[in-house]
């Protein structure tokens, strides 16, 4: 699903001291299966995640997604697939705090029908939330039911492709297998790439990629 | 269906800060639509007046200058007095035959005064015999609403109006002034320039005035006496259409105008900080929402269209209840200080409405500038991440 060629991200490519957040890294993934990354802070992970995603656009290199190139697509199309094609977990929910469980699931949906609503009850029920909490607003859920409602979030347009960046590091240990169970059963059909740094979540994944000063490592 | 952003969801989650904005956009507008009611009353009322009153009416009180008599040509003061009475005797003839006027008498005057809002205006009604009174009703147009016709010395008929204003009843005293009880009211009449005429009470009065019942043709009476030879000098006084224009402009229209206009950019001025800092601050509230919504994939115009429709929403809300309690509060005051008072005004000023909408169509302009500025500041979540 994406192949990644050479792809370098500098930061601060002004000034004489250039900082590189990833050096040349070469990777391929496939079309589904859940993918680890890991590695300790500033070791380029959440980058990587970032540019497979569309969210940053690599200084060098390339990432082919489905015969795609991403570092030559223009705004739109990057919109189109971050819309259609890819899922968000982020560290922090980042749900709207305005809106209800539910609103905050559905504001991503591309459509807008019955069957997103009930989709996202659906989910709701496997993610283990009550129909009273699909109803309260984030200030009134739990760290673990903010997080629940962020991956119902995330799967509402049936992705290709979730990207997970720390999706746990809010969570206790409990809520943090439970997160990486429902991710692993996505994965069985899909791509689900988590970012962490925390290494007994990733027991069930089927790849781990472990990132060192911005290089694989392993 | 394509999902769009909703407008309505923080509309409807977000009552407090709406509510603010909401009640500041109504406020505003009651309080420039009220200011405007009361105040365009008095330029209305004062309209009937001196608008309206020159159109059927003219006044001319001159000296002997203008009638080109000199008291050092003349011997006695009789000698005098006998060519001054003369001359005048055959203006007034000469304004007789003149195309379009109707009458012209030389008599006295009593001042009837019309308290509006903001200040009052004192005007002339003229004095004359019983006999002649139908003869000035019919010219005016007026008819009798109540009472009988003035038939005794020191009798008046008033304007239905400016019986209202005075608080007047038939029977009443109409003048109090340095001679005591003057004039009695005894019937009431409608015409349109709020006139009134009374018979002398042989002692009291204004001044003497040759009246002229013109048409409005003839509202130029200045014109009209210059043709005619007249030589008008600062001792003379012509009251005529001109004369109360110019008058109407400089102590009411120029005035309200001015008032108006201030008001308005004060309220439009506080307004437009208030609304510019609420809703600079509840967009940098929002900023981690923008740019969620960007990670997810919506595009920038998609989050503008939001914010738009959210404006329109909060500012079609604030208009839409700012010209309920307006035309409410028009209501109020029409029913508690303009009818009663006799004053002329309208619950509904379509121009004033307007012009409130067209400001805040531009305001909602205004707005679009910090709107795009914090539109450009979108990033997606990895930046606020990083």
Redesign the interface.
């Given at each position: 699903m994406f192949e990644v060629k050479n792809i370098c991200m500098i930061y601060d490519m002004n000034t004489d001291v250039k900082t590189y957040a990833l050096k040349g890294l070469d990777l391929s993934l496939p079309d589904k299966g859940l993918v680890g990354i890991i590695g300790p802070s500033g070791s380029g992970k959440s980058t990587l995640m970032y540019c497979l995603s569309t969210l940053k656009t690599p200084t060098e290199g390339s990432i082919v997604y489905d015969g795609k190139e991403l570092t030559a697509i223009g705004n739109a199309e990057r919109e189109s697939l971050r819309r259609r094609e890819f899922g968000f977990i982020f560290q922090r929910h980042y749900l709207v705090p305005y809106m209800t469980a539910m609103d905050n699931c559905l504001v991503a949906a591309v459509k807008k029908d019955g069957e997103e609503q009930k989709k996202a009850e659906r989910f709701f029920r496997d993610l283990g939330l009550s129909e009273k909490e699909w109803k309260k607003k984030p200030a009134k859920l739990s760290g673990g039911q903010c997080q629940r409602v962020a991956i119902a979030r995330a799967m509402i347009n049936d992705p290709k492709v979730i990207f997970a960046d720390e999706p746990t590091a809010s969570l206790d240990h409990e809520n943090a297998f439970n997160v990486m169970r429902i991710l692993k059963k996505y994965s069985d059909e899909r791509l689900v790439l988590v970012v962490t740094h925390d290494r007994s979540i990733l027991q069930d994944a089927d790849r781990i990629i472990e990132m060192w000063d911005g290089e694989i490592s392993k | 269906?394509?999902?769009?952003?909703s407008a309505w969801?923080?509309v409807k989650?977000?009552k407090r800060v709406v509510a603010v904005l909401v009640t500041a956009l109504a406020l505003s507008f009651m309080a420039m639509y009220a200011a405007y009611v009361l105040l365009i009353t008095t330029t209305e009322s004062f309209e009937a007046v001196m608008l309206e009153m020159p159109k059927k009416i003219s006044y001319a009180s001159l000296g002997n200058k203008a009638y080109g008599i000199l008291r050092d040509d003349y011997e006695t003061y009789e000698e005098f007095k006998a060519a001054y009475d003369a001359k005048q005797e055959d203006l007034i003839e000469k304004l007789r035959a003149y195309p379009g006027i109707d009458d012209a008498l030389y008599t006295q005057v009593i001042r009837s005064t019309y308290q509006s809002v903001m200040g009052s205006y004192s005007f002339e009604v003229p004095l004359m015999e019983p006999e002649k009174v139908p003869e000035f009703l019919e010219h005016i147009d007026a008819k009798l609403l109540d009472g009988r016709m003035p038939k005794n010395a020191g009798e008046v008929l008033i304007d239905e109006t400016i019986r209202k204003n005075g608080g007047y009843h038939i029977g009443d005293w109409f003048q109090k002034d340095w001679f005591g009880e003057t004039f009695r009211i005894v019937g009431t009449i409608q015409s349109k320039g709020l006139l009134s005429v009374g018979v002398p009470n042989g002692y009291s009065n204004n001044g003497w005035y040759i009246v002229v019942y013109n048409d409005e043709s003839t509202t130029d009476l200045t014109g009209i006496l210059q043709s005619m030879g007249i030589q008008l000098g600062d001792e003379d006084e012509v009251l005529d259409a001109k004369e109360y224009y110019r008058a109407y402009r400089k102590d009411v229209g120029d005035v309200i105008d001015a008032v108006l206009v201030t008001l308005f950019v004060i309220v439009m001025t506080f307004l437009a900080i208030l609304v510019l800092v609420t809703y600079v601050s509840f967009m940098r509230n929002r900023v981690?929402?923008y740019?969620?919504?960007a990670?997810?994939?919506?595009?920038r115009g998609e989050i503008y269209g939001m914010m738009l429709k959210e404006m329109t929403i909060l500012f079609g809300f604030g208009t839409a209840l700012g010209l309920l309690i307006s035309l409410g509060i028009a209501f109020v005051l029409h029913g508690l200080i303009i009818e009663p008072k006799g004053l002329i005004g309208h619950i509904v000023y379509e121009e004033q409405i307007f012009r409130i909408l067209g400001t805040y169509v531009f305001l909602m302009g205004v707005l679009q500038i910090p709107v795009l500025f914090s539109l450009q500041r979108i990033r997606?979540?990895?930046a606020i991440?990083d």
């Open positions: - | 269906m394509k999902n769009q952003l969801k923080y989650n977000n981690n929402e740019c969620l919504y990670s997810l994939g919506y595009g997606t979540i990895d991440e």
